[in-house]
């Protein structure tokens, strides 16, 4: 009778354990670690700085877009079933073009501003292992430097280049806002790809306020990364 209950006791000791393992195998972490590039258009809005200080657009009117690659790291945190917060850092760039060109005339510069940002959103995701994912939030953003490529053609009609590097001029800090709509897919328990389209507007100029013109960056385009639940 004693051998039979120790027998017992024994199964049943060991069909929990089994059933606990399983439990804490099957159960889904709640935070995420996400790593993904950024490919943007990128521009700006232009706008005099009335007072004192104003100046007129002029040329740069003429500017156009220039697409560019970003790239960053965030941690996410499952707050819900439906809701996740988003927390990270990124290497961000955003610019513009500019191109005059005549048979005896040339002047042409991409100007890339480079920001060290840190998002902060929060997400709203549907379904199950495919999900519709909907978010905003703001961005902190560090300036860098601004780097800008210049070609121009002397007199002599030869092209000169000049690559030109500097933080002068431009505030160390700005802020963005950026918004979101785009789509997840489990590949498995613990690793999910994403695909999500952003457009992102600043809200503070780049440049000083003592600066003739205002400048705010401009961006839409899309975030594609994976996300390995930790």
Not at 47 to 68: H, K, Q
Not at 161 to 187: C, P, R
Request: aromatic share 14%.
């Amino acid at each position: 009778m004693k051998l039979k209950l120790i027998l017992t006791s024994i199964g049943l000791s060991m069909f929990l354990q089994h059933s606990f393992s399983q439990d804490i195998e099957t159960e889904k972490s709640t935070t995420s670690l996400l790593i993904y590039t950024n490919w943007s258009n990128t521009y700006r809005k232009l706008t005099v700085n009335e007072g004192l200080f104003a100046d007129s657009i002029g040329p740069r009117a003429d500017e156009t877009s220039y697409n560019l690659w970003s790239f960053g790291l965030g941690f996410r945190s499952d707050v819900s079933k439906n809701i996740t917060v988003e927390g990270g850092i990124a290497f961000q760039r955003n610019g513009e073009k500019y191109n005059f060109e005549e048979s005896d005339t040339l002047y042409r510069y991409d100007s890339q501003y480079h920001y060290i940002s840190m998002p902060i959103k929060v997400y709203y995701k549907y379904g199950k292992r495919a999900k519709v994912i909907a978010g905003a939030g703001v961005v902190p953003q560090l300036f860098v430097n601004l780097k800008q490529t210049l070609e121009t053609l002397s007199k002599d009609k030869l092209t000169t280049n000049e690559d030109i590097k500097t933080k002068i001029g431009y505030n160390t800090f700005v802020m963005s806002a950026v918004f979101n709509l785009g789509f997840e897919y489990d590949l498995s328990k613990r690793t999910t790809i994403v695909f999500i389209p952003e457009y992102k507007v600043q809200l503070t100029s780049s440049y000083f306020k003592t600066n003739g013109l205002k400048h705010f960056g401009r961006s839409l385009g899309f975030n594609i990364g994976l996300s390995f639940y930790l």
